[in-house]
């Protein structure tokens, strides 16, 4: 399923100009949506919600979803990321450690029910595709599903059905959106807390794209932006406790002997703030990815997507959207703590991942 997915990915254009494309569009579509609350205090997460939702979409459906308010695409996000929250509530981690607990109410109980919500769903909303499926024109990833399930109907152990089906679109929806929406709020929240770095990327916007829409390969002279966005990633740590993990062989680590199936929760603030790897870990400091004459570089212990067999399969189409969606916001408009608040904190909340807690920011156009 993991090859699947990542060459549907590429067909569909994840890593080429056609999904550069479709970002590009969306952002012009944030802007406009964003334009209607200029000089107001607004929560992002709102908006961006919806952007980075219809990306997934273009992938999965072939098409986005042109209203921001449109309540399919609202009820598939709110599901995905209400299940992220719980499952690193409190309650659930002391579930985990001891699975005896599961008769006794909680979250637990809840994630069990928004799954089996979110099952059903998915399969009114998105798999009604099946009615008009064209299998020479496959508008997505879910088309390219069914038609290799056609093709491997007779195979009574293929992997092709529809509960695998449905479970891959739910870790699309949840993995794909909450991740890159909450770190592009943390990259527009940490321009609000350091108004000389929102200067100096205005400045780099202004110098070398202009009034011309933001490209991915503008990113080659966007030293000072780019190390903005790496040192964001690092610093919001998105994932905190990574994905879990299992020894597949016994294996002596350090002096520890570890046998076959050991539980590994690698949590990637081991390399993330690395202090023998950052020289100011525990700042933000887009420094730590520019070389003494201003030049990006990168740093090997930059792994917020983590690494190995199941490195995170999004990475290259996360990389583009968080590059572009910050750019063009920034291109467009300013960012400032809501008139009369001096301080602007950025705490993160409490869950599988680790979104900034949602603040108003004070929207200003760039004229
Ligand atoms: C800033 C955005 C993102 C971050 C920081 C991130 C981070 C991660 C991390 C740390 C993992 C765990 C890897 C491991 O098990 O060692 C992961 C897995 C995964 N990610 Fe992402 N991710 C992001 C965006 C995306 C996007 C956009 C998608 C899909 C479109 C995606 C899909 C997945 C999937 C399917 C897995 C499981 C891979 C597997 O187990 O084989 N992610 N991600």
Do not use: W
């Not at 609202?74 to 002391?94: D, F, K």
């Not at 059903?120 to 290799?148: C, M, P, S, W």
């Not at 081991?270 to 202090?275: E, H, N």
């Not at 960012?335 to 705490?347: A, Q, V």
Request: proline letters at 6%; a neutral charge.
């Amino acid at each position: 399923m993991r090859r699947f997915t990542l060459s549907t990915f590429r067909d569909f254009g994840v890593g080429k100009r056609t999904i550069e494309d479709k970002i590009t569009e969306e952002c012009g579509f944030l802007n406009k949506e964003l334009d209607l609350h200029k000089n107001e205090s607004v929560e992002l997460k709102q908006f961006l919600n919806v952007a980075v939702g219809n990306i997934i979409s273009s992938i999965v459906l072939g098409h986005r979803f042109d209203n921001y308010q449109h309540p399919t695409l609202l009820r598939a996000l709110h599901l995905a990321h209400e299940n992220l929250r719980l499952i690193g509530s409190p309650s659930v981690i002391i579930y985990n450690v001891f699975p005896i607990l599961r008769f006794l109410p909680g979250n637990h109980k809840k994630i069990m029910r928004n799954i089996e919500e979110q099952h059903q769903f998915l399969r009114e909303t998105f798999l009604n595709h099946l009615k008009v499926l064209e299998r020479d024109d496959q508008r997505g990833y879910i088309d390219a599903f069914l038609v290799k399930q056609l093709e491997e109907k007779e195979n009574p152990n293929s992997y092709f059905h529809e509960m695998n089906l449905i479970s891959i679109l739910q870790t699309l929806f949840a993995a794909g959106t909450d991740t890159t929406i909450a770190s592009i709020q943390y990259a527009i929240s940490f321009m609000v807390k350091y108004p000389e770095i929102q200067k100096r990327v205005h400045e780099e916007i202004d110098k070398v794209i202009g009034t011309s829409q933001p490209q991915f390969y503008h990113r080659k002279n966007m030293n000072y932006t780019n190390a903005v966005v790496h040192e964001t990633q690092r610093v919001a740590n998105v994932v905190p406790m990574n994905v879990p993990h299992a020894t597949t062989r016994d294996i002596n680590f350090k002096g520890y002997h570890l046998p076959k199936g050991t539980y590994i929760i690698p949590l990637l603030e081991s390399v993330l703030f690395d202090k023998t790897q950052f020289e100011k870990a525990e700042e933000f400091y887009p420094e730590h990815f520019l070389d003494s004459s201003g030049k990006f570089i990168t740093r090997p212990a930059f792994l917020p997507f983590s690494t190995g067999k199941r490195i995170c399969i999004g990475e290259t189409l996360a990389k583009m959207e968080l590059y572009l969606f910050f750019t063009s916001l920034m291109q467009k408009f300013s960012f400032h703590p809501p008139p009369g608040e001096s301080d602007f904190d950025i705490k993160p909340a409490v869950g599988f991942t680790s979104p900034p807690i949602p603040r108003k920011i004070y929207i200003v156009p760039r004229t």
